[in-house]
C-alpha cells in the first residue's frame, strides 16, 4: 500500500522552530519528486516548495512566503521526507502535508502546526 | 506565477444532475514540446487530505468514478461531474504544475440542492 505519515506538528510560538518528517512506503521513494503542501484553517491549499529525486538533480525549490524560512530535505535510506521550518510566523499556522509526484498523488494525513504565543 | 482562478466560489446541484466545475490559469499551461496540460484536479472532502482525479487535464486517475470526466486545454478546463451522488459532496481544486510555484485555484464548494 502506498503512505506517507507526516509528524511532529504542534504549538510553536512566533520565531519559533519546527522540523517535520513525512515517512514513505509502498513505493520507490527515491525516484520521486517530494512536495509539502499546507492548509490554513478553512483556506485553500498552498504549495510550500519541492525536492526532486537524486537523479534529477535533488534540488529544491520554495515558495516565496517561506523561502529562506523553511528547508526541505530528503533521506532516501530511510525514505523520508522533512521540513525544516524556523523563524515561524503566526500565518504559517496550518495543516502541512506531504505529497509526491509532479501531480500530487498520493497525499498524507497531513500534521497540524499552529504558531501562537 | 501562473495565477488559478476557479468558477462558482460554490455550487448547489441536484442528485442526478450535472455539475461543472471551471478553471481559467493566466497562461497557458499546454507544454508544446510533449502536446500535454500540465492541469490536475483534486476533491477534498471535510477532514480528509486531497485525492487527485485527474492529471494532464484529462487522465482519469484510476479509480475515479467515470462520472467524473475532465477537458479543456491551453488556459480552460473543466470538470465535470455527470450525475451527482451524495458521496461527491466536496471541494475541488485544479492546480497547474506546468511552472513553480506549483499553484491552485481557490476551490469550489459543491453541495446538494
Known amino acids: 500500500e502506498v503512505q506517507l505519515v507526516e509528524s511532529g506538528g504542534g504549538l510553536v510560538k512566533p520565531g519559533g522552530s519546527l522540523r517535520l518528517p513525512c515517512a514513505a512506503s509502498g513505493f520507490t521513494f527515491s525516484n520521486a519528486w517530494m512536495n509539502w503542501v499546507r492548509q490554513a484553517p478553512g483556506k485553500g491549499l498552498e504549495w510550500v516548495g519541492h525536492?526532486?529525486?537524486?537523479?534529477?538533480?535533488?534540488?529544491?525549490e520554495y515558495a516565496a512566503p517561506v523561502k529562506g524560512r523553511f528547508t526541505i530535505s530528503r533521506d532516501d535510506s530511510k525514505n523520508t521526507l522533512y521540513l525544516q521550518m524556523s523563524s515561524l510566523k503566526t500565518e504559517d499556522t496550518a495543516v502541512y502535508y506531504c505529497?509526491?509526484?509532479?501531480?500530487?498523488?498520493?497525499w498524507g494525513q497531513g500534521t497540524l502546526v499552529t504558531v501562537s504565543s | 506565477d501562473i495565477v488559478m482562478t476557479q468558477s462558482p466560489d460554490s455550487l448547489a446541484v441536484s442528485l442526478g444532475e450535472r455539475a461543472t466545475i471551471n478553471c481559467k490559469s493566466s497562461?497557458?499551461?499546454?507544454?508544446?514540446?510533449?502536446?500535454?496540460?500540465?492541469l490536475a484536479w483534486y476533491q477534498q472532502k471535510p477532514g480528509q487530505p486531497p485525492k487527485v482525479l485527474f492529471y494532464?487535464?484529462?487522465t482519469r486517475k484510476s479509480g475515479v468514478p467515470d462520472r467524473f470526466s475532465g477537458s479543456g486545454s491551453g488556459t480552460d478546463f473543466t470538470l465535470t461531474i455527470s450525475s451527482l451522488q451524495a458521496e461527491d459532496v466536496a471541494v475541488y481544486y485544479c492546480?497547474?504544475?506546468?511552472?513553480?510555484?506549483?499553484?491552485f485555484g481557490q476551490g469550489t464548494k459543491l453541495e446538494i440542492k
Open positions: 492546480q497547474q504544475y506546468y511552472s513553480t510555484p506549483y499553484t
Open positions: 525536492i526532486k529525486s537524486k537523479t534529477h538533480g535533488g534540488t529544491t
Open positions: 494532464w487535464a484529462s
Open positions: 497562461q497557458s499551461v499546454l507544454y508544446s514540446s510533449n502536446n500535454e496540460n500540465y
Open positions: 505529497t509526491a509526484g509532479r501531480w500530487f498523488d498520493p
